[in-house]
């Protein structure tokens, strides 16, 4: 038998979406509609759910509305995380607006105009937010270059040369303020070109961005890009959708600002007018997910028949068990199939809701193995009283000698996950045969 190792990529076509995301999709396109410019919306959800799929939709959806000429919100699509060395983290955006502009645009001599004002608009972000600005200050007027916090205590150093520090703080403060009315005039003259091209009129046309990725950057990144969204960018005309797991990034936050006690959650509040959490998909949307992708993985078609009263399995038991993130889907899918491959002569006598449940907790939860690999019967038990609220999550842990972390609350709402079945007729392997198998196989003890 042979399986494919497919790469985890995001949906962009409806057809592709087999987790029902076009009803979530749909809900955001609505709210869109409605939001006066600017606005900041957030795409909330763990890594992995979807945030980029639903806002790859969006984007396809906004450019329909374009092409059939229904609405003008422009899409924009920033993967912002490739950008994390930037030492300004406007010119991301900035960029990707340039890029749009020579993409929609012909050539003429408006765009050359409106090129040179994107100029004007990129070099006073520059010099005003990078902290280039203050350090070519400092440096051009005292020899050494520092921060507008360092001042105060060098004073002695700074004292020779105050009259012309001044004159360029003053310079440096003008650009700053600038800034955001540098990017509204850019902005509203782009509109207005697209306005000629489309034949609408130029309240007509809003750019919507769409920033993909935040939660990877590092969390000085994060919340510069915040900032910058928050007090130079949010002009008329413009949309933001941050897609971002609002855990990592409310958690850097805390860290970045641990002297002040800076709550992440009030943090990010002030940043995103409305956010939308990607939901999670119903059983049958993840037993019909898992099965598309495993007959992806399986490109021979006599496999396929072959293993299909085990992919209907699987995909039941993702369902069930509440597994339904879709890159964690795809990963341990390919574990399984892995698994059949290794076990599958002479013959196929795995139960394989076992293996899947076993895949599951090796890959994701692996101390909760652990504790299965020492006393499979009576880990089923405990666990299951702990999904229910019969017992504690501070005594399980104790008694075992584990941390279960951030897994607390995924295992209550994965019950099923830990209910391993006992063989159903003499012969068959039992529940400390699968998870010896499963353990060999992932080396996980």
């Given at each position: 038998m042979r399986t494919l190792y497919l790469p985890d990529?995001?949906?962009?076509?409806?057809?592709?979406d087999k987790l029902d995301l076009k009803k979530f999709v749909s809900s955001i396109h609505g709210a869109l509609s409605d939001a006066a410019a600017p606005f900041v919306f957030g795409i909330f959800g763990d890594w992995g759910v979807g945030k980029t799929s639903a806002m790859r939709l969006l984007e396809r959806k906004l450019e329909q509305d374009v092409t059939a000429g229904v609405a003008y919100n422009i899409p924009i699509w920033i993967n912002i995380w490739k950008y994390e060395n930037e030492l300004d983290m406007v010119y991301p955006i900035l960029f990707?607006?340039?890029?749009?502009?020579?993409?929609?645009?012909?050539?003429?001599?408006?765009?050359?105009?409106?090129?040179?004002?994107?100029?004007?608009?990129a070099?006073?972000?520059?010099?005003?937010?990078?902290?280039?600005?203050l350090r070519a200050v400092t440096k051009q007027a005292v020899g050494e270059a520092i921060k507008v916090k360092d001042i105060v205590y060098h004073y002695d150093l700074v004292a020779p040369a105050v009259g012309e520090l001044e004159q360029r703080l003053e310079a440096w403060a003008t650009q700053v303020t600038q800034l955001p009315q540098l990017y509204?005039?850019?902005?509203?003259?782009?509109?207005?070109?697209?306005?000629?091209?489309?034949?609408?009129?130029?309240?007509?046309?809003?750019?919507?961005?769409l920033i993909d990725d935040l939660d990877r950057c590092l969390p000085d990144t994060v919340i510069d890009v915040l900032e910058r969204i928050k007090n130079f960018l949010s002009v008329n005309r413009c949309v933001y959708f941050l897609a971002v797991n609002q855990h990592v990034v409310q958690q850097g936050i805390r860290n970045k600002f641990a002297s002040v006690e800076l709550d992440g959650r009030e943090y990010l509040e002030k940043i995103v007018n409305y956010s939308f959490h990607v939901p999670e998909p119903l059983p049958d949307a993840v037993s019909s997910f898992a099965l598309g992708r495993l007959?992806?993985?399986?490109?021979?078609?006599?496999?396929r028949s072959t293993l299909?009263?085990?992919?209907?399995?699987?995909?039941q038991i993702l369902g069930a068990c509440g597994f339904s993130n879709p890159r964690k889907i795809t990963r341990i899918l390919n574990r399984?199939?892995?698994?059949?491959?290794?076990?599958?002569?002479?013959?196929?006598?795995w139960n394989t809701k076992n293996i899947v449940r076993l895949l599951i907790m090796a890959e994701y939860f692996p101390a909760v193995f652990q504790v299965f690999w020492a006393n499979a019967s009576g880990a089923k038990e405990e666990l299951l009283a702990l999904a229910d609220g019969a017992s504690t999550?501070?005594?399980?842990?104790?008694?075992?000698?584990?941390?279960?972390?951030?897994?607390?609350?995924?295992?209550?709402?994965?019950?099923?996950?830990?209910d391993l079945q006992a063989p159903f007729q003499p012969g068959e392997p039992d529940i400390k045969a699968h998870i010896i198998a499963v353990a060999e196989f992932t080396r996980v003890r």
């Open positions: 990529v995001p949906i962009v076509e409806d057809a592709a990707e607006l340039k890029r749009d502009f020579e993409k929609r645009l012909p050539i003429s001599e408006a765009t050359t105009s409106l090129m040179k004002d994107f100029v004007r608009v070099g006073a972000s520059l010099f005003a937010l990078a902290d280039l600005g509204e005039e850019f902005v509203d003259t782009y509109a207005h070109q697209l306005a000629r091209k489309f034949q609408v009129e130029p309240s007509c046309i809003r750019l919507v961005f007959n992806e993985l399986l490109p021979d078609e006599k496999d299909q009263p085990h992919l209907q399995n699987f995909g399984y199939l892995a698994f059949v491959l290794r076990h599958s002569s002479p013959s196929y006598v999550f501070p005594a399980f842990e104790a008694k075992h000698g584990i941390s279960l972390g951030i897994s607390r609350e995924r295992i209550a709402g994965m019950r099923q996950l830990f």
